[in-house]
T-cell receptor, first 115, second 112 residues
Framework: GAVVSQHPSWVICKSGTSVKIECRSL??????MFWYRQFPKQSLMLMAT?????????EQGVEKDKFLINHASLTLSTLTVTSAHPEDSSFYIC???????????FGDGTRLSIL | DQQVKQNSPSLSVQEGRISILNCDYTNSMFDYFLWYKKYPAEGPTFLISISSIKDKNEDGRFTVFLNKSAKHLSLHIVPSQPGDSAVYFC???????????FGGGTRLMVKP
């Protein structure tokens, strides 16, 4: 149980393009989903927390207009990187959990490369 | 300042023996701790967790120990198997387990 699916796993696109990444909880209802970013040789850094049906809470230094998060249902959250530039190239990974003080379960991540 | 540290970047263990992975934290507000296992090109897989009201939690071959006074936790894997070879991350959070702070990971290699 507790499977989280993330799609796409790898995307390459031109600078200026907007890219949408999907995160789905397949066998549980995710009241809260989290989006992380990982730079090379560094650990996962939380970008934002989203609760179903409400606006995401962004961590300090994360541009909310750049990284649009939607959590419209209990099984789906999306992260849209708007007008992506090479410095946005990174590994993005989502996690989900069904209630507080329960473990977060992670997707397999999306490697985003902006040319 | 790293609030969660895994000081050993790698660990090599013989199959059948015990693997002990260590993690230290500095934030006394952390009260929920987790261990994740990660294979290349996959997301972290949850292994085991412990809340600050306990000092030990066991699940099969995996046991997590928490020493709050020392701000230290460890993951014991007994017996170690080659399939356990992966990168192990400890993570910590405050109330409600929202913001996870991860350690840098320890690569475990279990030799047959």
């Amino acid at each position: 149980g507790a499977v989280v699916s993330q799609h796409p796993s790898w995307v390459i696109c031109k600078s200026g393009t907007s890219v949408k990444i999907e995160c789905r909880s397949l066998d549980f209802q995710a009241t809260t989903m989290f989006w992380y970013r990982q730079f090379p040789k560094q650990s996962l850094m939380l970008m934002a927390t989203s609760n179903e049906g409400s606006k995401a809470t962004y961590e300090q230094g994360v541009e909310k207009d750049k990284f649009l998060i939607n959590h419209a249902s209990l099984t789906l959250s999306t992260l849209t990187v708007t007008s992506a530039h090479p410095e946005d190239s990174s590994f993005y990974i989502c996690s989900a959990r069904n209630r507080q003080n329960q473990p977060q379960h992670f997707g397999d991540g999306t490697r985003l490369s902006i040319l | 300042d790293q609030q969660v540290k895994q000081n050993s970047p790698s660990l090599s263990v013989q199959e059948g023996r015990i693997s002990i992975l260590n993690c230290d934290y500095t934030n006394s507000m952390f009260d929920y701790f987790l261990w994740y296992k990660k294979y290349p090109a996959e997301g972290p897989t949850f292994l085991i967790s412990i809340s600050s009201i306990k000092d030990k939690n066991e699940d099969g071959r995996f046991t997590v120990f928490l020493n709050k006074s020392a701000k230290h936790l460890s993951l014991h894997i007994v017996p170690s198997q080659p399939g356990d070879s992966a990168v192990y991350f400890c993570a910590a959070s405050g109330w409600a387990g929202n913001m996870l702070t991860f350690g840098g990971g320890t690569r475990l290699m279990v030799k047959p």
